[in-house]
């Protein structure tokens, strides 16, 4: 909406009220502006006090330019400025209030100035109201708190008017004549005039009527006082022990009752509230309160001493591994050293006894030689599965689990090869119309017998693959912003219907048997 064609509406409007009181063609100083509605005629009289002269007359004209509202309109002079409403309002005010001064209060054009200045301003409100409200509903994103501009402008202008807009107590005259109370009828006197009201006559009190709120009946005391009969009194020792007390922690409020239904659970409502004092949501946190976060608690130091049990056990058996091969290291450098220590040559003429011992000896060494070369080759085996982790099959104890990431999956996290090629060439949609005509068709089939079943494990892998890959086709557009299809009915429970239903029943008259 154009914000020229609503002034230019306004103007059209305004120059047809003010067509007897003639506002809009009446001369002020255009100089003159004050940002506080309440303030207006202070400050014109102390912007114009400097400029008169001893007898009240302007000391020269030609250094006060003057002009008037329908020139301002006819310049564009609103449109072009900030707070357009304001001042325009701001100037409906200033000229009003130097005509009400002008005329003799009670007069038929005086009554006419103060009604064209509240219809102005009403006008100017309820115009304010209107054209932000079309401003809101033109904007794509209603609720952002992002506002433009002229917006912004709108508000400022819709506070201040209304803040210095309000409709007075009327006035009326008082006299007391004997022993009664005359009243007159209520003044004409506008909310511009700050004149001081003087009667008719001094022996007339001038006093404010307040407004009827309502034929509303007033509450009796008993209902907002307290009961004094029953409170005993203070001065008396008490006779009885509290008998009549009861707390509300020994009675069970009755709070949210959770639902099951199986497999209609997916549209049926989760928890019925009807009749409770607590809510869902405030008996999640009681319970968060007292029992989660003891269980959380409880959970967090368990796995804490599966970790150090662990690394317990991890480092006891590098340290046994560490002590076999120092074991191995020193029977080599022993068989080494002995070896060297046997003398080269030996004499035939040794005792036959001698030659038997020497060849058990040397079966004995050839034995430890090839057992110890086995345990190096076991050790070096050792060694290089600790330094290739990959070659090596992982124990189940080594392997570590992180509970968040376990607790984590879901069905949904299984890509197949499949969908990530598709992916990566760009025909994600074939395969999403496959995957969506798969799963309408086993759906078909399984809801078309006569017992409603649970989907097989093929009709979920093909609901979590159609789930992947529409999520990340928008994500690949990135959609911006995405209708929102609300549901305009959804299940309730209805309230219990105490009592027994009314049913129509039919009534059937029996034929009375004549006599023949």
Not at 67 to 83: C, D, H, L, M, W
Not at 314 to 339: M, P, W, Y
Not at 365 to 371: E, I, K, L, R
Not at 412 to 429: F, K, P, R, Y
Request: aromatic letters at 10%; hydrophobic letters at 30%.
């Amino acid at each position: 909406m154009d914000h020229t064609v609503v002034f230019n509406n306004l103007q059209s409007v305004l120059q047809a009220a003010s067509s007897k009181c003639k506002v809009i063609d009446e001369k002020f100083p255009s100089k003159f502006f004050e940002k506080d509605p309440a303030r207006i005629f202070e400050s014109y009289k102390k912007f114009l006090k400097p400029k008169l002269d001893g007898e009240g007359n302007v000391k020269n004209k030609d250094n006060l330019p003057v002009t008037t509202i329908a020139e301002k309109f006819s310049k564009n002079e609103y449109v072009k400025r900030p707070g357009a409403f304001y001042r325009l309002h701001h100037d409906i005010k200033l000229v009003c209030t130097l005509l009400i001064h002008f005329y003799p209060q009670g007069t038929r054009t005086y009554q006419m100035v103060d009604k064209f200045y509240k219809f102005a301003t009403e006008l100017l409100l309820r115009e304010c109201y209107r054209y932000g409200i079309s401003m809101v509903e033109e904007s794509e994103e209603q609720y952002s708190d992002e506002k433009t501009l002229f917006n912004k402008q709108v508000s400022r202008d819709f506070i201040k008017i209304s803040v210095g807009y309000s409709v007075p107590y009327a006035e009326s005259y008082y006299i007391s004549s004997g022993g009664l109370d005359l009243f007159s009828s209520t003044i004409s006197k506008s909310q511009l005039d700050h004149r001081v009201t003087e009667p008719p006559n001094s022996s007339f009190v001038s006093n404010k009527i307040v407004p009827q709120a309502g034929n509303e009946i007033a509450p009796k005391l008993g209902f907002v006082a307290a009961n004094v009969s029953n409170i005993p009194d203070p001065t008396l020792p008490p006779s009885e022990m509290m008998t009549k007390f009861l707390h509300p922690n020994w009675y069970a409020l009755p709070t949210t009752v959770w639902l099951e239904y199986g497999d209609f659970k997916s549209w049926a409502p989760s928890f019925n509230e009807s009749g409770t004092v607590l809510d869902a949501a405030r008996r999640g946190t009681i319970w968060l309160e007292k029992t989660g976060y003891t269980s959380l608690w409880k959970l967090k130091n368990k796995h804490k001493d599966t970790l150090t049990r662990e690394d317990s056990e991890e480092a006891s058996n590098k340290e046994t591994n560490n002590e076999s091969t120092e074991s191995v290291s020193a029977g080599t450098e022993a068989l080494k050293h002995n070896d060297i220590a046997q003398p080269i040559g030996v004499s035939k003429e040794s005792s036959p006894q001698k030659n038997v011992e020497s060849e058990q000896n040397v079966g004995n060494t050839s034995n430890g030689a090839s057992s110890i070369e086995i345990d190096e080759h076991q050790a070096d085996d050792k060694e290089t599965g600790e330094n290739n982790p990959v070659s090596s099959p992982i124990s189940s104890g080594s392997l570590k689990i992180k509970l968040e990431n376990l607790y984590e999956w879901s069905p949904g996290n299984n890509i197949s090869d499949e969908e990530i090629q598709v992916i990566t060439e760009g025909n994600a949609h074939k395969l999403v119309t496959q995957t969506l005509l798969e799963l309408k068709e086993m759906k078909r089939k399984r809801v078309k017998s006569k017992k409603v079943s649970k989907p097989a494990a093929k009709e979920m892998e093909l609901y979590y693959r159609a789930q992947r890959l529409l999520r990340e086709v928008m994500l690949a557009k990135k959609v911006e912003s995405v209708p929102q299809i609300t549901a305009k009915s959804f299940p309730v429970l209805q309230a219990n219907y105490m009592g027994s239903v009314p049913v129509v029943r039919t009534i059937q008259t029996r034929k009375k048997k004549y006599k023949k």
